[in-house]
């Protein structure tokens, strides 16, 4: 798929790819770096660092805990660790990071790749969909959901050159080029089509399934939002939608209590807003092993879902 501002010869790639390749080129620039992982190099793509620095890669084996904690350690000394798991493992050891990193103020980025029903046949346990949730409580936690290789290689630089820590949350399925460069800014959303009424809001891997949904919805004139940082929201941007909207449609794989959606609700209260806003996503429950598209589908955020909502409420 192809949008006003991305060229056709650019190729769908999964995000935990693209931190891959660009954890490895920034190993070059800044010798701090140190990677862990808990035996799931080969997935989460952290295994391209280790081949390149194998004296600054850390197998740590099946224990997350052990791992965020020797991040804390490491970077008390020093390094800019990068801790990575599975979403879904690495958020579960939230006691941890929440002395460790988050009350410690450890320059710690905690790296959560599979996330949501995207990562599809390996089921439920292994599909982080809470992750967002439990990190939004931490206190100078920033959570960053980028939805293509651009926005993941400036989100994994930021990462890298930011003092404190920060949640980077990645797929396992690939996913559209929806930039081909980007004015990625941490904490700004990304206006992708500038509309009237209605806003289509995703983040991460629905971002592409706003856009797909925006293309059969074109007699609404639909803006198109990336929010690709969850923690700190864009309080402007939504408050510009909030001026210009009646309908708010949020889209995220993940739970919707405590994610996208629950963010934009808490600024859309504090606003005193009149119109309505809907939350598409996991509602509240686990999900199931299935193809991710299929899991989209029937969990209610695919695009032909997107679409067929805003119909019932606008059509």
């Avoid at 990625?184 to 706003?210: D, I, N, P, W």
């Amino acid at each position: 798929m192809s949008t006003p501002n991305t060229p056709s010869n650019l190729k769908d790639k999964a995000t935990r790819d693209s931190f891959g390749e660009v954890i490895k080129e920034l190993g070059k620039e800044f010798p701090k770096i140190v990677v862990l992982d808990a035996d799931l190099s080969c997935s989460t793509k952290s295994i391209l660092f280790a081949k390149a620095f194998p004296d600054r890669f850390f197998q740590m084996g099946i224990a997350e805990a052990n791992m965020v904690g020797t991040a804390a350690g490491l970077s008390f000394t020093g390094y800019i660790p990068f801790c990575c798991s599975f979403g879904a493992f690495v958020a579960g050891r939230y006691e941890t990071i929440r002395v460790s990193v988050g009350y410690s103020k450890a320059n710690v980025k905690i790296v959560g790749t599979h996330s949501g029903l995207g990562i599809g046949e390996d089921g439920y346990t292994q599909m982080g969909l809470e992750d967002i949730n439990v990190m939004r409580g931490l206190p100078g936690m920033i959570i960053l959901n980028p939805s293509d290789d651009a926005t993941t290689r400036a989100a994994v630089r930021f990462a890298a050159t930011h003092e404190g820590p920060v949640y980077l949350r990645l797929t396992r399925q690939k996913l559209p080029a929806l930039h081909q460069e980007t004015d990625f800014q941490m904490g700004r959303g990304m206006v992708l089509v500038e509309g009237k009424e209605l806003a289509l809001v995703g983040t991460g891997s629905t971002v592409t399934e706003c856009l797909k949904a925006s293309q059969s919805l074109t007699q609404f004139n639909p803006w198109v939002v990336d929010i690709h940082t969850i923690k700190p929201i864009d309080k402007a941007l939504i408050k510009t939608l909030a001026r210009n909207c009646k309908l708010i449609v949020s889209a995220e794989d993940h739970n919707i209590v405590g994610g996208l959606g629950t963010a934009i609700a808490e600024v859309l209260a504090e606003e005193g807003w009149s119109g309505k806003l809907v939350r598409l996503g996991v509602q509240d429950t686990y999900g199931e092993s299935g193809l991710a598209d299929e899991l989209y589908e029937k969990y209610g955020f695919s695009a032909g879902k997107i679409t067929k909502k805003v119909m019932s409420l606008l059509g």
